[in-house]
């Protein structure tokens, strides 16, 4: 089941960004890519369970803590645990950030003036947050299993005392900082939740339990969004003055817990599913390269931009009918441009998920 969580959040990513951006050339010729949450009655629902962002945090968390299992019993050493879990992470990132880096140095030093392209199309760079978080993450794996290890759910209820104070320091104190130290605390505490998941094989449990997790989660999240005054999506939307993300405020980790509850809800029938030779071949290739396809899909989508302009065509800046009838190029198009540049970088990250000899 986690393995299919993982792959199944990176497709969710990849075609969310693709067919439901609204991405259109601003007055300064520059792309921005908004969503169209507000132009949809009811679609900040939808965000309820397609911002899948925590669920790569519980993922994240669930693997880790598997792998610092195994380290401890192989008599590994810390630090070459996290160094082993650090290359697999940051090498596929190194060779996107050389690739794109010497890209624009080539286009900086040809004849006329030069944008960078965080300059002009900021939002390509945007998910990149999520790999600067998850590398501290890992890096503190030692500690937090420890600390799993020794309280375990006391964890995660000192962490969701100190978003509840942070929150309430930020909102209703203007306290800024506190709003970053929140930040920090709620993808702890989803990823901490993740252990909570493996520990707890909360996929086995008992149907109560299980619906006691997706409710605890859900009744927060309700109570945050419709009586706290919380913004009701879960990502950034046209005509909201705050956003749940930036900074990520308690109805994430509220959120995170519905989704575990889900997660858990699912994991019989997944279980069947998987054992599906075809599905399960599936699933195992797209986690081979999944921070491949997570680094590449907003350069496939831009290499589809530039050219569906370059044909002539302009970027439409409304989510209207005529919009919502190309969605399905916006699928297709970009997903062909992935395609081929998963086959040229795809084998980096391969290979280094390959094991190596490490000194305890």
Known sequence: MVDAARAFSIVVVTVWHWTLSVIHRTAEDGLAMPNPIDAVPGGWL??????????????????????????????????????VRLRRLLTPTLLWVAVWLAAELVAALLPGPHRWIWEWFPGFLVPLWFLGVYGLLIVAVPVTAKVHARVGVG????????????DVLHRAADVAWAAWVTTAAVWLFC???????RTHRLGARPLGQRLGVAAVGLAVLVALTMIAGYPRPMVATVGEPESNMFPTTAA????????????????PAAGRLLRRAAVWKLVVSL????????LWHMTALLVVVLAYEGLGHTLLSQPTGEWWGQRWLWLLAPAI????????????????????????
Request: net charge positive; aromatic share 12%.
């Open 155 to 166: 964890a995660l209820a000192g962490l969701a005392g100190l978003i509840a104070v942070g």
């Open 287 to 294: 986690n081979l390269v999944a921070i491949t396809v997570f």
């Open 252 to 267: 994430i980790a509220a959120l995170a817990v519905f989704q575990l509850g889900l997660l858990a809800l699912l994991t």
């Open 191 to 197: 990823h901490q939740l993740g252990y909570f998941w």
């Open 46 to 83: 939808a965000t309820w369970v397609l911002q899948i962002m925590p669920v790569f945090f519980l993922v994240g968390g669930y693997a880790n803590l598997a792998g610092w299992e195994r380290a401890q019993a192989s008599g590994s050493s810390s630090a070459a645990f996290v160094g």
């Open 337 to 360: 441009v992935l395609g081929a540049l998963v086959a040229a970088f795809g084998r980096v990250e391969i290979a280094a998920r390959r094991p190596r000899r490490w000194i305890r």
